[in-house]
């Protein structure tokens, strides 16, 4: 099996929505404690490596508007 590499220079991690409101819902097949975990150690491996973290926060509270 060959090694994936990426290039901290030209790599981001982008986590959209993680936010309170995807705790309370049910997740299949990982739990969202697990997605919020997971994550969290993935943007501090990508800032150990100077790679960008990005965080997308999504309002629905005025998307049917």
Known sequence: MSSFRLDPAK?????IDL????MGISTVPHSS????????????HFREKGALVVYV?????????
């Open 19 to 22: 936010q309170k409101g995807i």
């Open 57 to 65: 926060r999504v309002d629905l509270s005025d998307f049917l508007r």
């Open 33 to 44: 404690g697990e997605i919020v975990r997971k994550s969290s150690l993935l943007a501090k």
């Open 11 to 15: 790599t981001a991690l982008v986590a």
